[in-house]
């Protein structure tokens, strides 16, 4: 059974950087065309795509956000990890992993989700 | 900033169907990408419902079905339960000029009356 888990700062003042960790287990980020990626979902809003790795390293960003985001792999330790530059209270919401299936393409399997809150 | 729009609300009594539409482009379900549906239930992280169009993954009621045509994909809840009361979301692939990536719907929150 796969397993994602987020983990990082619940909260983090404007300006900052935060650093989300995506632990998994039973994927191999290693197989051809699987890929982890991360979404968010503000408070009563909808779900908005942030950035994916894929299994050969190539990686995709939401175009409105890709010049803060950076997403990186550590496949030795089951890890995928994603910074936000410069963040603002907008950003306040619940960070998700996700794991991206090989064949279609869609996200089979989600994390719980960690909530961050942008304050002073 | 989402570019597949879906209707803010449906409703419908127990028992009933009910249909969720996904909007896009040329760039997104037109150009052939696959469409993807995710339920979320209050509080917890959204769950693949159907994926590829058509399929529902193991464990999903052949209650949720979906389709896919030109532009435009839509989700349909028969006999309408109390439980499938949720936010519910579509999910493609956007191939525009400047940029590719993934893109979500605009969700639509199904209430059960």
């Known amino acids: 059974q796969i397993t994602l888990k987020e983990s990082g700062p619940t909260l983090v003042k404007p300006t900052q950087t935060l650093t989300l960790t995506c632990t998994f287990s039973?994927?191999?980020?290693?197989?051809?065309?699987?890929?982890v990626g991360w979404v968010r979902q503000p408070p009563g809003k909808a779900l908005e795509f942030l950035a994916l790795i894929y299994w050969d390293n190539n990686k995709r960003y939401s175009p409105s956000l890709k010049s803060r985001l950076t997403i990186t792999k550590d496949t030795s330790k089951n890890q995928v990890v994603l910074t936000m530059t410069n963040m603002d209270p907008v950003d306040t919401a619940t960070y998700y992993c996700?794991?991206?299936?090989?064949?279609?393409?869609?996200?089979?399997?989600w994390g719980q989700g960690t909530l961050v809150t942008v304050s002073s | 900033q989402s570019v597949l729009t879906q209707p803010p609300s449906v409703s419908g009594a127990p028992g009933q169907r009910v249909t969720i539409s996904c909007t896009g482009s040329s760039s997104n379900i037109g150009a052939g990408y696959d469409v993807h549906w995710y339920q979320q239930l209050p509080g917890t992280a959204p769950k693949l419902l159907i994926y590829g169009n058509t399929n529902r993954p193991s464990g999903v009621p052949d209650r949720f079905s979906g389709s896919k045509s030109g532009t435009s994909a839509s989700l349909a809840i028969t006999g309408l339960q109390a439980e499938d009361e949720a936010d519910y979301y579509c999910q493609s692939y956007d191939n525009s000029l400047s940029a590719s990536n993934y893109v979500f719907g605009t969700g639509t929150k199904v209430t059960v009356l």
């Open positions: 996700a794991h991206r299936d090989q064949r279609r393409g869609h996200f089979d399997y």
């Open positions: 039973a994927l191999s980020l290693s197989s051809s065309g699987v890929g």
